[in-house]
């Protein structure tokens, strides 16, 4: 069964920068996408980014677009969020999921298989 594991998170302050990965063994024989989630305590989960995984076309939530980048490394069977001029309301907790037919359905009903989250925190 696919299992992403997520590392990464930390805490940074407004303006700085953290780069999340993400690790499914054989994700790209299993599934068509491959997605970063969030949720901040109180919110519903919401989609971040997602990734083609036998492709290159990548979608983006409008909050993250400019800032944040998802790209894959098959060899490493890993995929990254690269997360530039963060801001406070990107505080959350950030999950890795596998799934999807549709990538640019950024959905989370969508996707099967979950990691277990790695927390970021932005502070002012």
């Known amino acids: 069964q696919l299992q992403p594991v997520e590392s990464g998170g930390g805490s940074v302050q407004a303006g700085g920068s953290l780069r999340l990965s993400c690790t499914a063994i054989?994700?790209?024989?299993?599934?068509?996408?491959m997605a970063w989630f969030r949720q901040a305590p109180g919110k519903e989960r919401e989609a971040v980014a997602s990734i083609v995984t036998r492709g290159l076309d990548t979608y983006y939530a409008d909050s993250v677009k400019g800032r944040f980048t998802i790209s894959q490394d098959i060899a490493k069977e890993t995929v990254y969020l690269e997360m530039n001029t963060l801001k406070t309301e990107d505080t959350a907790m950030y999950y890795c999921?596998?799934?999807?037919?549709?990538?640019?359905?950024?959905?989370?009903?969508?996707?099967?298989?979950w990691g277990q989250g790695t927390q970021v925190t932005v502070s002012s």
């Open positions: 999921a596998a799934g999807g037919l549709i990538c640019s359905n950024l959905s989370p009903d969508f996707y099967s298989y």
């Open positions: 054989k994700y790209t024989y299993t599934t068509n996408c």
